[in-house]
């Protein structure tokens, strides 16, 4: 499906397969020199060589070939498809040959190439470390290079560091040797074959823990210097990991060895360079007596979704960015099984219900995108890196292994892998692995699934099934909502009975099932469900019988249904009654996110009655709960607790849910699974001195999770605009660069508070552009699709980010306008129901 000839990719004239890398980072400066050797074979005569170079300073390209060397007497930069292009007098002939560039670079500070990261320790000194994020383009940022991922070749990385500082690369360490100077030199192993995006290298104060050998693997938790006792729970998931992929997969780890390093300023979640794992902190770094068990879960979590890529994506590697999704989406539904396993009684299965539904509220509007699509500019890439890539994706994943059988689609999967090893794949090559072992018609299957938008509405009728496109509502122009699917529908009875497969499509379909029948059965599939109004009341008296996944699902579904005006809000409620006592925090936050929402829409004067109806159905969740561990309650039961007292504490202002909250705060007794909820709480009473009390337990927070809960989550609670606008300038002048867009585009979605701050970032706009990383832009939109109470202000709104887009974010950016316009219209159609 790539444009052909792309101008974005690179002749295939001359093809690289082995690197010699030499760096020297200095940093205190904050810059770094280097020299690559690059061993190529030269497919036809040349007089130029192109390869990718940005923000660079290049020295002249020698090619030595049988003896003879040829050196170029200048070379053009293209800005464009950032590539140098170097001349040479003499033609270069065809064979084997060696590729020498100098260059200088600038050690900067956007998140990207070689870039530097500074952590200011307990004794109050600043320390400087180097790093690398090379996904998805800018490897060519930190030396010269064929940029692509079909360009695979081995990595053998040289750097000359300060002797007091640590270094790490993807290999094992070879050499180290001592200059004299202060300073080392460090070699490491060649990689094995693979593409540039993979290659890591890291410097400075960091200390490790003891490698554990994993079936021959040194496996390592690297650390700024102080952390070591945050390591444990990274350490031993992924020595669960890397036992449980090679099992699964039936290939050996890949890498010599396995790193994972915490990095101070990081962009995303973490990186999966082979061998040489980057995280943000608060994905790796976790105190395990103190946090909550979520945030136990997204460590463990973050680190399986890392090592899966050791094999998919490292070993075997899409041929082009449009099949990155792939990579992501597999790494995401593999991570939820591997943990899944590590720790049946997290239950992550039902947990994953709740991002499949976020992507769904996304996939939802005309303005989705297919799961794939043509990829011609780095650009277009990084409108992949999204919830429709990683959740939506991995639940069409998750879906086909049920439809096919567990074991079934594992042995696809390894038939794949094999034979795809150490070499570059399209999607279709997948899914013939997949047909040859199923027997079943995974490509037509898939194909609708990922060539198009949308995901249908599945209906019950009269013992009938059909599909039909689902919506928000009317389109407003174009929609990227597709027509039909190929949809693996699983049902049954609840009265007993095996579980029936069924596929989908434009023809309806007959049951089976003695009613009562469940239509996403295991709740697995990527669609929204529908009962006639016989069937959904014989299901809610029965709701207690579906199985865990299944009630969440069905919460997720009548929400969407409510959103879109299909359903009423009494229609919901009687859904959201019929959790009774569970003990299942998926479903209790998707009801308290819909009373939120609904409180959000309603007039001053309509609210106290969805109040009152609130406190009705939380209420008796927390005098069934209270404020403390009840003996013998699950692991998940505080989260339920939690999410109880964030209602009753925020929605319905509850006197003693206050004072609760409150005493707790003052006496620092804000920990574990009831934290966000006592900040939320707290905030939202807006007491004087709380918010420099938030600030100063932010700034002096001895964990990640404890600096997130106070600056993500706990500034944009405040019900003030001066507090907001503070926090905001904040992520100009203080806080860290990989933080400030996410906390600006939290704190815009404050009811109170956050048009003005919209406002004040709109009024710093190209600051904005300017100051924080590239790939954090489309953070700063994520409170557009709250303002949903005033429709002139939503017109501006839109207008302004039309006007402004986002480069390689604006698809994003458009979904957040039309969930606003959705947002409006809800508006309108509740309050004429609390009339």
Known sequence: MTTDPNPYRLARVVIPSAYRIFLTPDLSTFTFTGRVEIDVEVHQPITELTLHARDLKLGAATVSRQGTSYRSHDHRLDETYETATFLFDQEIPAGPAVVEIAFEGVLNDQLRGFYRSQYTDDAGVTHTIATTQFENTDARRAFPCWDEPAFKATYQVNLTVPSDLAVYSNSPETANTDLGNGQRSVSFAPTMVMSTYLVAFVVGPFDETAPVDVDGVPLRVVFPRGKGHLTAVALEAGEFALRFFADYFDIAYPGDKLDMIAVPDFAAGAMENLGCITYRESALLVDSAQASLPEIERVA????????????????????????????????????????????????????????????????????????????????????????????????????????????????????????????????????????????????????????????????????????????????????????????????????????????????????????????????????????????????????????????????????????????????????????????????????????????????????????????????????????????????????????????????????IQSGAVERFEAGAVEGDLARAILRVVAHQNRPGDYETFLERYRSAVTPQDAQRYQWYGLSEFPDESVALDAAEKCFSEFRNQDSAIVLGLLTRNATSGPAVWRYVTGRWADAMARFPENSHVRLTLGLSTFITDAAFADAVADFHTRNPITGGQRTVEQEIERMRVGVAFTRAIRAQFT
Not at 461 to 473: E, I, K, M, N, V
Not at 509 to 529: H, L, Q, T, Y
Not at 584 to 610: I, K, M, N, S
Request: glycine share 8%; aromatic share 10%.
């Open 301 to 656: 979590e973050v680190v399986a979704h890392e090592i899966a890529h050791m094999w998919f994506g490292d070993l075997v590697t899409m041929q082009w960015w449009e099949g990155i999704w792939l990579n992501e989406a597999f790494a995401t539904f593999m991570s939820v099984l591997c943990v899944d396993a590590y720790r049946p009684q997290w239950k992550l299965w039902v947990r994953f219900g709740a991002d499949r539904d976020a992507s769904l509220q996304i996939d939802g509007l005309h303005a989705t995108r297919p799961i794939e699509y043509e990829v011609v500019s780095p650009s277009d890439t990084r409108g992949m890196f999204d919830l429709l890539t990683y959740e939506k994706g991995g639940s069409v994943l998750r879906m086909l292994e049920q439809f096919l059988g567990a074991e079934t689609f594992r042995d696809g999967i390894r038939v794949y892998l094999k034979r795809h090893m150490y070499a570059n794949t399209v999607t279709t090559d997948l899914w013939d692995a997949l047909e040859e072992v199923s027997r079943q018609p995974v490509r037509d299957m898939m194909n609708s699934w990922i060539l198009q938008g949308g995901h249908p509405l599945i209906s019950l009728s009269q013992g009938t099934l059909h599909q039909s496109p689902f919506a928000y509502g009317a389109a407003r122009g174009a929609s990227a909502i597709g027509s039909s699917w190929y949809a693996p529908v699983l049902t049954r009875s609840l009265n007993g009975g095996e579980t029936h497969r069924h596929l989908l499509r434009d023809e309806p379909i007959k049951v089976v099932d003695e009613p009562p029948v469940v239509i996403n059965a295991g709740g697995s599939g990527v669609f929204r469900s529908r009962y006639d109004t016989p069937e959904l009341a014989t299901l809610t008296a029965r709701f207690g019988e579906l199985d865990e996944l299944e009630r969440a699902t069905h919460v997720a579904d009548s929400w969407a249904l409510l959103l879109s005006n299909q359903i009423s809000w009494a229609d919901f409620l009687s859904v959201a009654r019929g959790l009774g006592d569970v003990d299942e925090p998926t479903p209790w936050t998707a009801v308290a996110g819909a009373f939120d929402y609904v409180h959000r829409a309603l007039t001053t004067q309509q609210r106290p009655a969805l109040v009152a109806v609130a406190r009705d159905v939380f209420a008796p969740q927390f005098r069934r709960l209270s404020w403390t561990k009840r003996p013998g309650e699950s692991e998940l039961a505080p989260q339920v607790r939690a999410t109880a007292i964030s209602v009753l504490g925020a929605l319905v202002e509850d006197p003693e």
